[in-house]
Each structure stands twice: as C-alpha cells, then as structure tokens.
C-alpha cells in the first residue's frame, strides 16, 4: 500500500523565520511528487517534482526531491503570516494508470507576527 | 468556469439520509477525481474518471457511495444511508490529463 508520511505535523515559527517541511513516502512505480498549500479551501499546487527535475524553486519556497531516501522538503525562506497554512505532499504511482495522488497528513504551519 | 466548483459548500444531513455532491470542473479537463478529507487527516482518493469512464473506484469506501460524470463533465457523488463517520471534506480536483490537479474548495458534509 502506497504511503506518505509527513513531519513535523504541525509548527509555530514567527515572521521571518526559515522553516523546513519534510516528506518521506513508499510507493510502487514512483511519476512525482507534489506540494500542495491548503488555506481554508482549496489546496492550491506549489510544486511537482519527478525523476528529472528534482529541485525547484519559487519565490521563498523550494523543494527538493531525493529519489535515493524517498524523501523531500519544502523551505520557506522569511516566513510571513501569509504562509500560515496546511502544506501537503502528495506522491503519484501506484499500478493503474491515471493521477491517483496519495497524500500525507500535512504539516500545519502557524506563522505569527 | 475559471476553477472547479462544487455544491453545496455545506451539507447537515440527518443519519440515514441520501446526500448528492456536484462537481464542474474546469472545462475540458479529461480527468475528474473525487477525494474525502477527514479533519486533521490529507486527503483520500475516492474515485477517478477519464471522461465518462470510471477508471477507478478503488477508493470508494462502500458500497453506500457512488460516483457517476455521464456526459465526462459534470460529476455528481452521492452516498447513500449516510452515517456519522461520512462526515468530512469531499473534494473534486480535475486535470488536463497530466499530474497537476486542480482541487475545488470542496463540499463539508456533517452526519448528525
């Protein structure tokens, strides 16, 4: 069975702070790995990451995908309050075809002024 | 429309009742999933279409839930006899075929 873990899940930083979110996942027939930043609506895609481009970088956040420890992380650089969010990971795989995404928890993010 | 829209935001439903979730997705999008998020928990796939097909219902938890997008736009879950542990977020997310999907706000079903 495909699963994402995601650490830690939940944390209090303040305004410009660096933050560090983590994404371990075990999966058949790995394609890519997603973030995703949930407000209180919809989640809204940040990055995809695949087996060739396995860095990528936006503004103050990016994210890293390390294929060898099934693993990636999402760097927000000087946080704001605007930041303040549900941050999920999401891995696409599995034996069917199709964008069947499995997702982690979430790291719920608090960024205080 | 610009995103995907889903109906009704909020639904309270009384347990046992039959309860019905719209989805329109973004037009054109070939492909239509359904999600449940339970508080505090990420997302769980229901259910996917490729058009009008059904290509897994794998996620479906029951057989109290259905999903159906007959014409391969609109898409409508309906759960049946719901209990209380239905309650959670349903999600629709479509995509142009590719990975990147794109989540409407979702629909908040409450079983009392």
């Known amino acids: 069975e495909d699963k994402v873990v995601q650490s830690p899940l939940s944390l209090v930083v303040h305004e410009g702070d660096t933050v560090t979110l983590n994404c371990s996942y075990e999966?058949?027939?790995?394609?890519?790995l997603l973030w995703y930043k949930q407000e209180k609506k919809a989640p809204t895609f940040l990055f995809m990451l695949?087996?060739?481009?396995i860095e990528k970088k936006s503004g103050r956040l990016s994210s890293i995908l390390d294929k060898k420890e099934l693993s990636s992380i999402l760097n927000i650089t000087a946080t704001q309050t605007g930041d303040s969010a549900i941050y999920l990971c999401?891995?696409?795989?599995?034996?069917?075809?199709?964008?069947?995404?499995?997702f982690g928890e979430g790291t719920q993010l608090t960024v205080n002024p | 429309g610009a995103g995907v829209s889903q109906s009704p935001r909020y639904k309270v439903a009384k347990r046992g009742q039959d309860v019905a979730l719209r989805c329109d997705p973004i037009?054109?999008?070939?492909?239509l999933f359904w999600y449940q998020q339970a508080l505090g928990q990420g997302p769980e796939f229901l259910t996917y279409?490729?058009?009008?097909?059904?290509?897994?219902k794998s996620g479906l938890p029951s057989d109290r839930f259905f999903a159906e997008r007959p014409e391969g736009s609109v898409s409508t879950l309906k759960i049946q006899r719901t209990q209380q542990e239905d309650s959670a977020v349903y999600l629709c997310?479509?995509?142009?075929?590719?990975?990147?999907?794109?989540f409407g706000a979702g629909s908040r079903l409450t079983v009392l």
């Open positions: 037009s054109g999008h070939v492909s």
């Open positions: 279409f490729q058009n009008e097909a059904q290509l897994d």
């Open positions: 997310a479509s995509s142009p075929g590719a990975n990147v999907l794109t």
């Open positions: 999966v058949t027939n790995f394609r890519s």
């Open positions: 999401a891995v696409e795989g599995g034996e069917t075809s199709g964008s069947r995404l499995t």
């Open positions: 695949t087996s060739s481009g």
